[in-house]
């Protein structure tokens, strides 16, 4: 059952991997290519849930882990806490941005912080009861925490104003809500879905989110990479739900609003504070792409069980994460908005 339940904490990946057998052409990103490593940004600063948790929730008392095989089979070192079988998005984009993989909060200390940190955390969600099922997990509000926690150690070593400058300079990347739908809304054992409707519970969010993305603008955030929600009608938890294999449209329409309060917010955001540039990762749009130029990407499409997938076929994830890396990164317009990782980077 609890193997079950881990299905809801990844939403996009497992969404396209549901869909997709990976022909291994896709080139595995490289890491510490040194020669060749030329930093955009001083650092990257990763909040978010299982789709990008490095390890974080190792050793907290919680059923939301990844730090076995078969995870991590593609990685150099093996299982480290990734919900992959190597690469995640992130770590996709660090190496684009020429910075080194990003070290988990509970694992950095020291001088392995200066280039920035991950306190992603399989299960949490952008409110704090979100993921109880899984016992342990680290939501968005303590995350932020956790970065203030970085950001005055950092100012002990380096002094005040020389932090604030490089800050704003550093990319804050933020993917959150997926679990506040899967192991919240959905969860029976919630009285969510009795409170709120759709729309109401996308606004709770979006109102949850904005406060907490001011936070970090306030601890001196500048430059904002948000990603947003994929078709969670379509992710294998909900796939194994259905008596036909069809995606749920009822749960493909009830994440409908947040990815809409998304985009008004980063809008919102980005007129109301100042010297703040917030992007928009259109994930919904990049897997619509990348099922229908499957070929083109690399991808034999297949559209095999998803309980057999999530059995047996873990490995098409780190395919995927690099492709999505690659279009957050230098995508066009359609996919990331108003800019992509690149140009927030060079600005
Ligand atoms: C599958 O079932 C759902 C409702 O249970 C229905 O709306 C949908 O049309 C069905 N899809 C197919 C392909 O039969
Ligand atoms: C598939 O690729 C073509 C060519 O790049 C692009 O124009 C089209 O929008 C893509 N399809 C989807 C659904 O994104």
Redesign the pocket.
């Given at each position: 059952m609890a193997k079950h339940y881990c299905f809801g904490l990844f939403s996009f990946a497992l969404l396209v991997m549901s869909l997709m057998v990976l022909e291994a052409e896709v080139a595995w990103g490289q890491g510490g290519d040194t020669e060749t490593r030329r930093e955009m940004v001083p650092a990257m600063f990763i909040f978010g849930d299982s789709l990008i948790d490095n390890g974080n929730n190792n050793n907290l008392p919680s059923f939301a882990k990844a730090n076995y095989p078969p995870y991590g089979i593609d990685f150099n070192g093996g299982p480290t806490g990734r919900f992959s079988n190597g690469y995640t998005m992130v770590d996709e984009i660090a190496e684009l941005l020429g910075l080194p993989l990003i070290p988990a909060y509970s694992q950095a200390s020291g001088d392995q912080v200066l280039h920035g940190v991950n306190y992603a955390s399989a299960a949490a969600g952008i409110l704090d009861i979100t993921g109880r099922n899984f016992v342990s997990r680290i939501p968005f509000g303590q995350q932020i925490q956790n970065f203030q926690s970085t950001l005055d150690q950092i100012t002990e070593n380096l002094g005040a104003d020389d932090v604030a400058r490089d800050i704003a300079r550093c990319i804050f990347f933020v993917g959150m809500g997926s679990n506040d739908y899967l192991n919240n809304y959905l969860m029976p054992n919630y009285a969510t879905k009795n409170q709120y409707n759709a729309q109401q519970f996308a606004d709770l969010l979006a109102q949850q989110y904005t406060q907490q993305l001011t936070r970090l603008y306030n601890l001196g955030a500048r430059k904002f990479v948000i990603a947003g929600v994929g078709r969670m009608g379509c992710i294998p938890s909900i796939l194994a739900q259905s008596p036909n294999g069809s995606c749920s449209e009822d749960v493909n329409r009830l994440v409908l609003p947040f990815n809409e309060n998304v985009k008004t917010m980063i809008n919102n955001l980005n007129t109301n504070l100042p010297g703040s540039k917030f992007i928009y990762i259109d994930t919904v749009?990049m897997f619509?792409?990348l099922v229908?130029?499957a070929s083109?990407y690399g991808f034999s499409v297949a559209n095999v069980d998803a309980v057999y997938v999530f059995w047996d076929a873990f490995h098409p994830t780190a395919a995927v994460n690099i492709l999505i890396g690659r279009k957050a990164f230098s995508g066009d317009l359609?996919q990331v908005y108003p800019m992509n990782i690149q140009q927030l980077a060079t600005l």
């Open positions: 749009r619509e792409d229908t130029n083109a359609s």
